[in-house]
């Protein structure tokens, strides 16, 4: 019968994605992990292009003045 113990418990929220695999996973999540961070982690660590923090900023400030426009004024 399967068990459901890589599931987090019911109204718990899973914690934060684990950075080394535990002594109790399974083989196969094992592999996983490390195939997936010999793939991915040099791209993961790479610094995001200006033009990409360029938008960010800018959409953060348009965000900003949306939510000061949209505040009522205090009494």
Known sequence: MATNDDKPDAGRAE????SRPRSNDRPFDMWLHKQLHAMYDEIASEPLPDD????????AAANKKVDAAEEPPKK
């Open 15 to 18: 914690g934060p994605a684990r």
């Open 52 to 59: 990409l923090l360029n938008l960010i900023d800018r959409d």
